[in-house]
């Protein structure tokens, strides 16, 4: 009976006290790395859907963005590989509706893709100029752009829809355009002095081929310097300002040479002067206002291929040596100074910028001095 409970109290306290630590063997040792082994990976499984999910994502991703990228930018080496759309910021028959399809048959002839004239006229050349700022940086679509749009809207304007200076790129230089004031034959007026004479006496209207283009800031340099009152009268084109001088409907306009010449040669308006400060080439006949009652006015438009900002580099560069080299052609120049311009032709794409930048601080000086600043 003693002895019975003695055992029992020996299996008792066996089970309450600690169990005492089994020595190891490589069996044990097998059995407890694989248990191990085996929660880890389970738990590693629970969260390998989700860790494979977001790797996928991730590379899913990168390629999506590389692909946009490579897609999105536009092929230089074969540039241009169809047709380009060369956007005229005047109606059809105007000097840069002549000087744009000159150009662009040229470009046609280099690449052998045509170069496509789009007449896009209103507000001074910003209504072109928003259509191709908004286009793609491609090349495809490219502008003729004047010294207004590069350079004077900026101060002309109070909210300039489209930023010169980086919304657009100047590509090339063309040529220099000189204006001429012309006069409808039946006003009774031979002189810079009839004029002013006129214009005291009796109201008078000046047109323009859009306003904030050159032949409204030339109107508004004449009037503040001679201190004469005369009304703009605004048009979408230089040719319907000039039929209705030639109608009488408006007294006067300054008008680009190449489209006017041709009347003032067979008196339907007549010409008081140019407004360079030397006679042109090509019309030798007309003398400078500054010669004629204006001392010291001395102007002249700069024609120019402009792309939308952010066009590559090499597709910049491809224009403007086109462009450049098209100038310099005899044939071309010849045909340049029988439209009434001269011919530029020269500068880098970052000369260009560089140009830019100072017209653009020497016209707001104009613009202030002639009183039209923020005047659109």
């Known amino acids: 009976m003693d002895a019975a409970r003695g055992s029992q109290g020996r299996r008792a306290s066996r089970e309450r006290s600690p169990a005492s630590p089994r020595p190891l063997t490589r069996r044990s040792v097998f059995r407890y790395s694989r248990c191990a082994n085996s929660q880890v990976a389970r738990r590693q499984w629970k969260d390998r859907p989700m860790q494979i999910t977001r790797v996928l994502f991730i590379a899913l991703a990168a390629i999506a963005v590389s692909a946009d990228r490579t897609w999105s ?43 496509v004239v789009e007449n896009r006229p209103g507000a001074g050349t910003v209504t072109a100029a928003v259509q191709v700022a908004k286009s793609p940086p491609d090349g495809y679509t490219i502008m003729m752009a004047t010294s207004g749009t590069m350079a004077m809207n900026t101060t002309l304007y109070k909210k300039l829809p489209y930023d010169p200076g980086k919304d657009l790129v100047l590509v090339a230089l063309v040529c220099n355009v000189p204006f001429v004031l012309v006069v409808n034959p039946a006003l009774p007026v031979n002189s810079v002095a009839d004029l002013v004479k006129l214009a005291k006496a ?28 005369m009304t703009h009268v605004p048009y979408k084109g230089t040719l319907p300002a000039l039929n209705d001088v030639i109608a009488g409907h408006i007294q006067l306009m300054f008008s680009d040479l190449a489209p006017a010449y041709p009347l003032i040669q067979s008196g339907k308006v007549r010409a008081l002067g140019v407004t360079t ?30 792309a939308p900002g952010g066009t590559p580099t090499e597709i910049v560069a491809k224009l403007n040596g086109a462009v450049n080299a098209a100038v310099a052609e005899p044939e071309v120049e010849k045909q340049l100074i029988g439209l009434q311009f001269i011919p530029l032709g020269k500068g880098s794409p970052e000369e260009l910028d560089r140009f830019v930048k100072s017209e653009t601080v020497r016209w707001a000086k104009v613009l202030q001095q002639a009183g039209v600043a923020g005047s659109e």
């Open 277 to 306: 400060a030397q006679r042109t080439a090509a019309a030798p006949d007309i003398p400078p206002l500054a010669e004629v009652g204006v001392p010291g006015f001395d102007w002249a438009a700069w024609q120019s291929v402009v």
């Open 73 to 115: 930018q536009p092929s230089t080496a074969d540039y241009p590989n169809h047709q380009v759309n060369l956007v005229v910021p005047f109606a059809p028959g105007g000097g840069t509706d002549i000087l744009g399809r000159l150009i662009g048959q040229k470009l046609s002839d280099r690449f052998g893709k045509p170069f």
């Open 202 to 229: 009796q109201p008078l209207s000046y047109g323009s081929g859009g306003a904030g283009a050159f032949h409204h800031l030339m109107g508004e340099l004449f009037k503040t310097t001679l201190g004469i009152p």
